[in-house]
């Protein structure tokens, strides 16, 4: 008999777990065990999650996990070993590739432009994948009290996920974080708190509080476990594509986690012999006004610097220092990519333009990825016969839009002629 209840599908509960350990990103110390609550390293940088890569090989079919339901929590066996009665899912799917038809005719595209629309997650953004997983390790290990700087998007996934899963959570953002997304955190449970100064400035008070309050702070890679549920953007887009990397990626870059972790996806993938030769470009772009890794990429530097006075309109991307600027910036050297900037202003003509032209509504972190992608045709960074996909990584409805200023008195009669 056919259920009468259709529910979001159960997450696989047969799988292995092959995380082995964690390792210090700067030191490779490796002597972290998995399974306890971990913050950072000894000498204070994020840990990342190993696996027993062989084992995986042998062991594991791709297909089969590609086959299953449940969006990023399919690959569980990616993950450190989560308890099936500790996954807080809230019914997640795998993102679509949208392709830009009518720029991409316009600009003489002969490979493909696409656009990985991350909106379509829990409460509109990527950082459901991070957030979930964090929430569901958090609930793992015993923890009861989570709390976060945040300009927005991750506040919402954190607000839902730790609700979810039972766990209460402590919120901080800037004053002049995006106001529907800190009524959002709010409403779905978080306890949130506006703070008049920038997100650094919330992560202090976040730092404070885990002696304090007793918090357990799931900061942008202060927690080993974020980073893994992002790095299931790179697994999904690899088998999205018949298993191969595209040849560039271009991702607006803040903490840089998205980055970090797709590139951990495609080392993975690659050591497993999932995927082809072909690794992708892994191209960063920042706001003028807020542009850390830019400025360290230019300079050559192998760490990026506080950048003072950080404005963008794209608060996803008003980052003005990111513990993990090391692997950022290692990432894209390594995959042979690059670092760009965009103005505020082709920000937001890129946005208009992803809608009008081709009805894609990004937000404006997502837009600045055309502005790097039209500059690297350009220049040559970038070849036109490229396979190339820009990240959309949140919803554009919780951000400003352009006034509708046209309006009719219904009242008098109307001139049909004006339309
Ligand atoms: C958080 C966020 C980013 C930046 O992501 P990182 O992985 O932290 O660099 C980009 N866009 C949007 C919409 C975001 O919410």
């Not at 009518?102 to 379509?120: F, H, N, P």
């Not at 992560?203 to 927690?223: N, P």
């Not at 191969?244 to 998205?258: E, H």
């Amino acid at each position: 008999m056919p259920p009468r209840l259709s529910l979001a599908p159960q997450i696989s509960s047969d799988y292995q777990n092959f995380s082995t350990h964690l390792e210090c990103s700067v030191t490779g110390r490796s002597d972290y065990e998995i399974g306890k609550v971990q913050g950072l390293s000894h000498i204070g940088m994020p840990l990342l999650v190993r696996y027993d890569l062989a084992a995986m090989k042998k062991q594991l079919n791709k297909e089969d996990i590609w086959a299953r339901p449940g969006g990023f929590w399919k690959w569980r066996e990616f993950f450190p070993e989560i308890s099936n009665e500790n996954i807080c899912s809230l019914g997640e799917d795998d993102t679509p590739l949208i392709a830009c038809n009518v720029i991409a005719k316009e600009m003489g595209i002969t490979g493909d432009l696409l656009v990985k629309d991350e909106s379509r997650l829990p409460t509109g953004s990527f950082k459901a994948r991070g957030l979930g997983l964090a929430c569901a390790m958090a609930k793992e290990l015993g923890i009861t009290r989570v709390a976060m700087p945040t300009n927005g998007n991750a506040g919402s996934a954190l607000a839902a996920y730790a609700n979810r899963a039972g766990l209460e959570s402590f919120i901080f953002c800037p004053n002049d974080a995006p106001p529907t997304m800190a009524k959002e955190m709010s409403l779905l449970g978080g306890n949130v708190w506006r703070v008049n100064g920038m997100i650094n400035d919330c992560g202090r008070i976040v730092a404070e509080g885990v002696e304090e309050a007793g918090w357990f702070d799931v900061s942008t890679q202060k927690e080993p476990y974020r980073i893994e549920g992002k790095k299931t953007m790179g697994l999904e887009l690899a088998a999205q594509l018949g298993w191969d990397a595209p040849d560039a990626i271009i991702y607006s870059t803040g903490g840089g986690m998205g980055l970090v972790g797709m590139w951990k996806a495609f080392q993975e993938l690659s050591a497993l012999g999932w995927i082809g030769d072909k690794m992708p470009k892994m191209i960063a772009v920042q706001s003028e006004g807020c542009a850390p890794i830019v400025k360290a990429y230019d300079e050559g530097a192998d760490k990026a610097e506080f950048w003072p006075d950080a404005f963008t309109h794209a608060a996803g991307i008003r980052v003005p220092f990111a513990l993990g600027g090391h692997l950022i910036l290692k990432a894209i050297k390594e995959s042979g990519g690059f670092a760009v900037t965009a103005t505020e202003e082709e920000i937001i003509d890129a946005r208009l333009e992803l809608a009008q032209k081709d009805a894609i509504h990004v937000c404006p972190e997502g837009a600045s990825t055309l502005v790097a992608y039209r500059h690297a045709i350009e220049t040559g960074l970038l070849q036109k016969s490229d396979r190339t996909v820009l990240f959309n990584c949140g919803n554009g409805l919780k951000y400003p839009m352009p006034e509708v200023t046209a309006s009719l008195d219904q009242l008098k009669p109307i001139d049909y002629s004006i339309f």
